[in-house]
């Protein structure tokens, strides 16, 4: 034990003596300067920095407000660690930065300036050219439309590893051009700055890229796609990847013909894209990402890019057509199919495609090894039907694939007191009236073989076509007997009579060959599941009243057609249904078994 009080007293006096020393050598007389730096750094470490998590205050009020603590700031000196963060900017004596600076000692610095004219460029050049070798991180706000560039030249900054600049104006990179390596630069972060610029600061060691309305001198809403690729490519330690509104070109077709670059992004961990439709399925396209990263960090957007700003961009692939919906579906597609992926992907499972009044159209894919989902959303799209001609024409391994496919659509608020099928006011929550919808799930259940359950949240229009295609099921297979029938009589003329057993062999070998030439829609279907359908169109109806108007009844034939093509559902669900009462569960029962929720909430509205 004295052992041990020896050594805890030495190491207090050690302390101690430490202090005492801090305190000589900054002459210091105020009490904060007693409390050990760690403490002092968390109290005062509110410098504007662009860091998570970190406040910004470009007019420094809070760090001249000192005075609320220290009677007279400026004679105070805290541990260096708390100036390291360095403000620039008119409302900001420059004496004041000059002794921030000094006090941050030999340690790193950050500098954040806000530059309104281009005087305060050359003031900075003179205030941090002793310096540069000690900053680490530049962020720029350029509230001028001035020219940045000095006279004088550029500063290099050899330590430079962080570099953000915000304009609004199109401006200039100031203080760093391409005439200087930057050996360490890791992240750039570019907003509404010329291309040219930009380009000049690309570097191999940049592992986060963040771009934002990028601009040519020229044209600024016509920036070439394969460029971009072409500076992807050179960044083989890129982790993170963020693009938003760029305005790229959006010609398919260029890219399509071997004009753009294969990139391979091999440490890719965070891919987030901001763009139209087809610029985004474009760049898909020709980037070969981790199968592990594309299984759980995928993020992507579509917006119109004349929303944030005006410019000349080119409709063509956004609300007024139909081919970048399928082009950006197609690429997503691509990748689940195991194309432009370093790694395996393991075997797809379902399908959900959901279309919201505000959202647009979401759609997740489910893997059947683990709950993983992959999500994108697309705004501004909001007819069903375009997913339809966009899973047309998706590789068919990805469709083969399928298992389970949900199709929901929002909830219109006056759903109950709407008659959906006599109304045409709700054509962007399903395929409803579209007369496309019937003949492209006559092309997409050719590769759709093994979907086993199907789920329809809503989803009107899709029930309808189903239902048709059913009836299109049974035209058929009444005209392959009426043919069959003519040629028996034919034959009956010509040959004669057969016996009773002939008959039946021939009647039952005629069925099998119907049965496999028969198109029957979704033949591995075992599950339906129906989510708040109305089945009747009045509230007061009769159980047995057969219209093939009412989806009680186009259900029924269904689930009849199904059975009698030898193909029939094991199992209905019907959940939150509207004007649906226990009676119906019997009629359905008589072809499938039928598991009803029981909710009568809405059986009489």
Same mark, same amino acid.
């Given at each position: 034990m004295p052992l041990v009080s020896a050594q805890t007293s030495a190491i207090h006096q050690d302390e101690e003596a430490k202090r005492q020393t801090a305190l000589a050598s900054h002459g210091s007389v105020s009490p904060l300067a007693t409390l050990v730096p760690e403490v002092l750094a968390q109290i005062f470490f509110f410098v504007p920095t662009k860091r998570p998590g970190a406040s910004v205050l470009w007019d420094v009020t809070e760090l001249t407000n000192l005075g609320l603590v220290c009677r007279y700031w400026h004679s105070v000196t805290l541990t260096p660690?708390?100036?390291?963060?360095?403000?620039? !900017?008119?409302?900001?004596?420059?004496?004041? +930065?000059?002794?921030?600076?000094?006090?941050?000692?030999?340690?790193?610095?950050?500098?954040?300036?806000?530059?309104?004219?281009?005087?305060?460029?050359?003031?900075?050049?003179?205030?941090? $050219?002793?310096?540069?070798?000690?900053?680490?991180?530049?962020?720029?706000?350029?509230?001028?439309t001035d020219d940045c560039v000095l006279p004088r030249g550029d500063l290099n900054i050899p330590n430079l590893r962080f570099l953000e600049v915000t304009s609004y104006a199109k401006a200039t990179i100031p203080l760093v051009s391409a005439r200087h390596p930057l050996p360490h630069l890791s992240e750039l972060h570019i907003m509404n700055v010329v291309y040219n610029d930009v380009a000049s600061m690309i570097r191999p060691t940049l592992t986060r890229l963040n771009l934002c309305i990028m601009f040519n001198y020229s044209t600024p809403s016509a920036y070439p796609m394969p460029e971009f690729l072409t500076i992807l490519q050179s960044l083989p330690a890129l982790q993170d990847l963020h693009c938003a509104s760029m305005f790229f070109s959006n010609s398919f077709d260029e890219l399509q013909a071997g004009h753009a670059p294969q990139v391979t992004l091999s440490q890719l961990r965070i891919l987030y894209i901001i763009d139209h439709r087809a610029a985004v399925a474009n760049l898909l396209n020709h980037i070969i990402i981790p199968v592990d990263f594309f299984r759980t960090r995928w993020n992507f957007h579509y917006d119109e890019p004349g929303m944030l700003v005006e410019t000349e961009v080119s409709l063509d692939?956004?609300?007024? !057509?139909?081919?970048?919906? $399928?082009?950006?579906?197609?690429?997503?597609?691509?990748?689940?199919?195991?194309?432009?992926?370093? !790694?395996?992907?393991?075997?797809?499972? !379902?399908?959900?495609?959901?279309?919201?009044?505000?959202?647009?159209?979401?759609?997740?894919?489910?893997?059947?090894?683990?709950?993983?989902?992959?999500?994108? +959303?697309?705004?501004?799209?909001?007819?069903?039907a375009l997913a339809l001609d966009a899973l047309v024409k998706v590789d068919p391994t990805f469709l083969e694939s399928l298992r389970e496919l949900t199709v929901r659509t929002a909830r219109y608020e006056n759903l109950v007191e709407l008659n959906i099928h006599d109304s045409g006011l709700l054509p962007f929550l399903s395929w409803e009236r579209d007369t496309s919808c019937p003949k492209n799930l006559t092309a997409l259940s050719v590769n759709l073989v093994n979907l086993e359950s199907l789920v329809l949240d809503r989803s009107y229009g899709v029930f309808e076509a189903i239902f048709m295609q059913h009836q299109n099921t049974l035209n058929y297979s009444d005209n392959i007997l009426a043919e069959d029938e003519g040629e028996e009589d034919d034959e009956e003329l010509e040959f004669g009579e057969l016996d009773e057993d002939e008959q039946d062999d021939d009647w039952q070998n005629e069925e099998e060959e119907m049965d496999e030439d028969m198109p029957l829609l979704f033949p591995k279907l075992r599950s339906l599941t129906l989510i708040h359908h109305m089945f009747r169109k009045n509230p007061r109806y009769s159980p047995m009243s057969q219209d093939l108007t009412e989806n009680m009844w186009r259900l029924k034939f269904i689930l009849e057609t199904r059975q009698d093509a030898k193909h029939p559902l094991e199992v209905l669900r019907i959940v939150q249904a509207y004007r649906f009462r226990a009676e119906d569960v019997k009629i359905l029962e008589e072809n499938t078994e039928v598991q009803w929720d029981g909710d009568t909430t809405y059986a009489d509205k």
């Open positions: 660690i708390l100036w390291r963060d360095v403000v620039v !900017g008119d409302t900001i004596p420059q004496a004041q +930065t000059q002794a921030m600076i000094e006090r941050s000692g030999a340690l790193p610095i950050r500098i954040g300036a806000a530059i309104r004219h281009k005087s305060e460029c050359t003031a900075m050049y003179s205030l941090l $050219e002793p310096y540069v070798h000690r900053v680490e991180e530049l962020i720029f706000d350029l509230l001028t692939s956004l609300g007024r !057509g139909q081919r970048g919906l $399928e082009q950006l579906f197609a690429a997503y597609a691509s990748k689940l199919c195991g194309q432009g992926l370093i !790694g395996a992907m393991p075997p797809t499972d !379902g399908l959900l495609l959901e279309f919201g009044r505000v959202m647009g159209m979401e759609f997740s894919v489910y893997h059947r090894t683990e709950k993983n989902s992959q999500w994108a +959303t697309y705004h501004k799209v909001r007819r069903a």
